[in-house]
């Protein structure tokens, strides 16, 4: 099991940008699967995106041309760049580790706030 620090987040004015950042650490960690899950007041926490290197990624059509996700692979930081970024974006944002080949997320990161008002 993996270790998992995030950083970033914020308050930003729609069309802004953010990019949060997640650590993991621990017992190999670069066989984990990295990403972020979502989640909105009211709402059930959805998946955004996930890494596993840069020839296996995917973000969810609702932030595809808008959101990026990359990974530093000798690191083991996976980032999100977030780009011309909507109210409806606005949640709880969660980092999340999981064993590659599995299905199960085995380590949630803290969570970070994601605010877009004007």
């Known amino acids: 099991q993996v270790q998992l620090v995030e950083s970033g987040g914020g308050l930003v004015q729609p069309g802004g940008s953010l990019r949060l950042s997640c650590a993991a650490s621990?017992?190999?960690?670069?066989?984990?699967?990295l990403g972020w899950y979502r989640q909105a007041p009211g709402k059930e926490r959805e998946l955004v995106a996930s890494i596993y290197n840069r020839f296996a990624s995917q973000v969810v059509d609702s932030v595809k041309g808008r959101f990026t996700i990359s990974r530093d692979e000798a690191k083991n930081v996976a980032y999100l760049q977030m780009n011309n970024l909507k109210p409806e974006d606005t949640a709880v944002y969660y980092c999340y580790a999981k064993f590659r080949g599995t299905t199960d997320v085995s380590s949630w990161g803290q969570g970070t706030q994601v605010t877009v008002s004007s």
């Open positions: 621990g017992s190999r960690a670069s066989m984990y699967v």
